[in-house]
């Protein structure tokens, strides 16, 4: 069967090609994706999968705990989902990747259009290419192989293609509340083929220091928010210290820091001769895979009260949780879909793959704590193209992926529950 | 004589108080003098004085080392002097105010109208009341008073009143270029009744701290420019620190930092989840009354060279001089200026002055610098209210003031140089 697939994907390359570069073409931004939906839901219907197509929205989503998103509403904006049913008692597994791309930034840093979609040098390029359209094609090629080649499923395939993730997950969420779980679920976002079965959570913080403003001549009479802001981050960063070094996950072993704490962002004061009265940090900072959002919060929270400092003992640092969340998200590195992933990558790629706890967070979480769909991450993009202009991607490992993909599914899925 | 004066100076209070508020009510910001001036050229023209009324300008103004303004056009924003010519022999005075004031900021903050020129409570209210019609209206007062009296003075007295102080001393400046020089000079900027015979000057600057921008998650792939900004901040700490340990001044006894070193603002980073490549700071640095402008630049300069950091040694911090500058100042106490007005403050106050360093520059330093005119600073405004919403001067105190002035004015001019 391996061969066949090998075969079969082989033969397939350009039609796959033109399929992602058509998809890129589509510049699936936040409120825009409807026609690259319109393509995925095509597709699907093509492969002769259930497709289940819907808009976003209502007050379960809109009130849920876990909902992060900038906008409340999603007209416009649909999910896609398609189910290939199974014959019955198998395994069934999510295969989730988002549509929403990000922004293209300054256009004048791309070499060509930032939605080109031009292939060139065995690459496709354009906004979405590595984040993470070429991943999506991985997992239909794979179901398109798997269903050319007659195969027969016990457990069902869920092809979900999402909005939002890009700004907290509300697509795949939304597809939580509509009631698609699974005994699993492979999310082929940019990892540059090393696996990942679990996944840094983060959120964005906005601290508020506050000062009291003088004559910068005579400075001494007031409070420097500036340098009372240096004390902050100091805490921020002790903080940090002291979070990683609880971190002894063998999977962590080669990440320098594992659960982060960026502060990306420092503004204050308006007058060079005056003393600054506010300063205002914002950051990202790193939850663990098998902690709570809550418990992370309280941590900087309390970090920042046990400041020792007089003035802002009486002025405390006004510490505010805004924007993305992405929560954190822990497969045992024995689960039998890490079994059938690492398997499949051994038999295509004749190599030991690399598993790793990822630097970041994918919908990975919301599908395992929300949904009780447990998630590992693999794909083909490259994590240091996504967000960046010429983004691109390698077709060759488009192509490995999503025969990796297609061994795994075949693996998972046939057995018995 | 002194009872004379003062018994002047009380029958006309409520002249004095008219003029002011009329005065105030011009908005005289930069570039929108003239109205004002018109005013002050009117007064001095009443009073007998040769009135010089010219818009500074031209290649010998705006090429001088000294010249500091963001501008070069003066077209509408007259200068204007009066002359009261001495008898001869005299030691000659100038008697320098600016008649520009800086914008109102959030006019919400205002009680009442910025440029209403009320009249309540013994105060007068406005936007440039303290900061420096007021004072102004004491030097006019002064001479008026001496005039009215019959005076005869063998010393010229200048009085001039000036554009561009509050953006680096343009106007002063031109009239230096224009010839006017003096044995020496009195400025009634709002000292709060304090004579000080050193001031302060002052310099802006802004620094560039580069990094090196990477993903949030990954952020030990990058170097946070927020983190370096703060070796850069250190460093500035540790010179201010530095420099204040030399200034032994006993007019500083009182004053904890002489001069300071004011970081009043600090941006960067664009993103929370990104490390930031720069983070820009922008401050004020505080020059001894006997430093050169040009050895302080130098202080800042070296400092930031020897920060030891393997980064900032590859990337150093790119130091800019922009914006205003003010040229300090300093007279010897025993000057016999100083004894003019000290007694005249005692005769008139029956108390000791205060005596102390300015916390800040005036143009004194352009008329002792360029024009080789000795000033004092000594004016009944409150430095605290300068700049500030609500801005008032209290009456009686503009009053006291014409009075001391008057009587120095009286002593330094009747001498023989």
Redesign the interface.
């Known amino acids: 069967m391996q061969e066949r697939i090998r075969a079969w994907m082989h033969e397939h390359t350009e039609e796959a090609v033109q399929f992602l570069s058509a998809l890129v073409q589509e510049a699936s931004l936040s409120g825009q994706e409807a026609e690259a939906q319109r393509q995925v839901a095509d597709k699907l219907a093509t492969l002769g999968l259930t497709v289940d197509t819907w808009e976003p929205g209502g007050e379960e989503l809109i009130r849920h705990p876990y909902f992060c998103s900038p906008r409340q509403l999603f007209s416009g904006s649909p999910n896609v989902v398609g189910v290939w049913k199974g014959t019955g008692g198998g395994r069934s597994l999510i295969l989730n990747g988002h549509v929403d791309v990000v922004p293209p930034g300054d256009t004048s840093r791309w070499t060509d259009d930032p939605y080109s979609g031009k292939v060139a040098d065995g690459r496709v390029y354009g906004r979405g290419t590595t984040d993470m359209k070429g991943g999506n094609v991985s997992l239909l090629l794979a179901i398109q192989c798997l269903k050319e080649l007659g195969v027969q499923l016990k457990g069902d395939v869920i092809f979900q293609s999402v909005i939002e993730e890009e700004s907290g997950g509300a697509g795949t969420l939304a597809t939580v509340l509509r009631g698609y779980t699974a005994d699993a679920a492979i999310i082929p976002e940019p990892t540059g083929m090393k696996i990942f079965p679990k996944q ?1 959570g ?1 959120m ?3 601290i508020r220091v506050r000062g009291w403003a003088a ?6 009479e007031g409070v ?1 928010a ?2 009372k ?2 004390l902050v ?1 100091e805490a921020v960063r002790s903080l940090e210290q002291k979070r990683n070094e609880t971190i002894n996950d063998p999977l962590y072993a080669a990440t ?2 594992p659960i ?1 704490i ?15 009265d506010l ?1 205002v940090l ?3 900072m ?1 939850v663990a895979p098998e902690e709570e959002l809550d418990a992370a919060r309280r941590c900087l929270a309390d970090a920042l009260m046990r400041i020792e400092d007089d003035w802002l003992r009486d002025s405390p640092p006004e510490l505010e949780w805004f ?1 993305a969340q992405w929560v954190p998200s822990s497969l045992e590195t024995e689960h039998e879909l890490m079994n059938c992933l690492v398997d499949a990558y051994r038999n295509v790629t004749k190599e030991e793959p690399v598993v790793e706890a990822a ?2 967070g994918t919908d990975g979480g919301l599908l395992a704590k929300v949904g009780g769909t447990p998630a590992v991450v693999f794909g083909p993009g490259t ?1 240091a193209l996504a ?1 960046y202009p010429d983004e691109h991607i390698e077709i060759a490992r488009m192509m490995t992926c999503a025969e990796v993909i297609a061994l795994a599914v075949l693996q998972w899925c046939r057995e018995e529950k």
Do not use: A, C, M
């Open positions: 840094q983060s964005w913080f906005r004559h910068g001549g005579t400075r001494y420097s500036i340098e802001s240096l981050i320098p820091i982060p960026n502060i990306g962002k420092i503004s204050g004061g308006d007058w060079p001769s005056s003393v600054p300063v914002e950051g990202r790193g924007g630097p970041w994590t967000h």
